[in-house]
Nanobody, 127 residues
């Protein structure tokens, strides 16, 4: 079974930055495209970014494009999400998950049908 651990969240002021990490446990992260998702209270989980297994292709939802950067270091078995110019509406729990459809599932406007979510990491943007 795939195991992911998210970290790096916290409290930040508007305009600030955070870097989230997604680490693999017990398997090779580089075998998969990886998506970052977020969920705020009362709303559905949404995909925000995705990176191909080799790091050669990245995708972003319009709400974060130009502010967030996804990257990966397969030697460290880790995927990152650098978040700059954070806004109040970025407040959510952030999760990572494998995307078995080469990022198509992550960027779909319908919820990702995945059933093994981790605990996520809380990002709170507040002044």
């Amino acid at each position: 079974q795939l195991q992911f651990v998210e970290s790096g969240g916290g409290l930040v002021q508007p305009g600030g930055s955070l870097r989230l990490s997604c680490a693999a446990s017990g398997f090779t992260l580089g075998d998969y495209a990886i998506g970052w998702f977020r969920q705020a209270p009362g709303v559905e989980r949404e995909g925000v970014s995705c990176i191909s297994s080799d790091g050669g292709s990245t995708r972003y939802t319009g709400a974060v494009k130009g502010r967030f950067t996804i990257s990966r270091d397969n030697a460290k078995n880790t995927v990152y999400l650098q978040m700059n110019s954070l806004r109040l509406e970025d407040t959510a729990v952030y999760y990572c998950a494998p995307d078995f459809l080469d990022c198509i599932a992550t960027m779909s406007r319908t919820p990702y049908e995945y059933d093994d979510w981790g605990q996520g990491t809380q990002v709170t943007v507040s002044s």
